[in-house]
């Protein structure tokens, strides 16, 4: 039988073709990102990985295994000090200061996406924490290989750091990780709980989306 992973990324296609093809990330490719769109996406980010770091200390808690408990803190860890240290160093470039950062006041795409993997997280099983968290770090990594195999993309200025992070081996690592995690808690699983798994991947995926829309578009609250 072929892997549940491969079920979800081939369900998932179209809407990650839609977030490659976005004008963000379509301009960070070329370097014309306007970065005001950029530290938005900054600010918002952070409050995200708050939440999203969350959903990895409920993968600890849930985890059915010493090893896999470990493996979550690993990743609860490295969100928390070396992927927002990312955006600390960032915002640091733009003078904006790590109190602001973390009291960016999450813009309503970033408040439905936290609050879906929240709840999705806490209220089903071990598999569904990881089929709600994994568009994120697959979908990340994917955006990250591909951006280092363009010429020139490490020299820009601005984008390096972000896409030496998200292209690197130590990422698509974790990424894989969570993926054969994926593959290994799905075996067996009636399908009903197979469509249930794939429906959250999908949902978390469109909201992928929606996250570099919300970004470009510098959302903000009407009132
Ligand atoms: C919205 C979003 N998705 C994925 C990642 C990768 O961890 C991130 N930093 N932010």
Do not use: N
Not at 162 to 186: H, N, P, Q, T, V
């Amino acid at each position: 039988m072929s892997r549940f992973s491969e079920r979800l990324y081939q369900a998932a296609h179209d809407i990650w073709a839609k977030s490659h093809e976005h004008p963000f990330l379509t301009e960070m490719r070329e370097g014309t990102l306007d970065p005001e769109r950029f530290i938005y996406y900054l600010k918002q980010d952070y409050v995200y990985l708050i939440d999203y770091a969350k959903l990895f200390a409920m993968g600890s808690m849930k985890a059915g295994d010493l090893e896999t408990m470990v493996k979550f803190a690993e990743l609860l860890h490295s969100t928390l000090h070396v992927e927002m240290e990312l955006h600390r160093q960032y915002a640091g470039r733009f003078g904006v200061t790590r109190e602001e950062l973390e009291q960016t006041r999450p813009a309503p795409t970033t408040v439905a996406y936290t609050k879906y993997l929240l709840d999705a997280a806490s209220q089903g099983s071990l598999a569904e924490v990881v089929a709600a968290l994994l568009p994120c770090m697959w979908s990340y990594r994917e955006i990250g290989v591909e951006f280092m195999k363009i010429p020139g993309a490490l020299e820009h200025p601005l984008y390096r750091e972000w896409i030496l992070m998200y292209g690197s081996d130590e990422f698509g690592a974790l990424a894989d990780w969570c993926i054969s995690l994926m593959d290994r808690l799905a075996e067996g699983l009636p399908e009903r709980e197979l469509a249930q798994l794939e429906e959250r991947f999908l949902v978390a995926s469109r909201l992928e989306y929606l996250f570099w829309d919300m970004a470009y578009r510098q959302e903000e609250w009407p009132v």
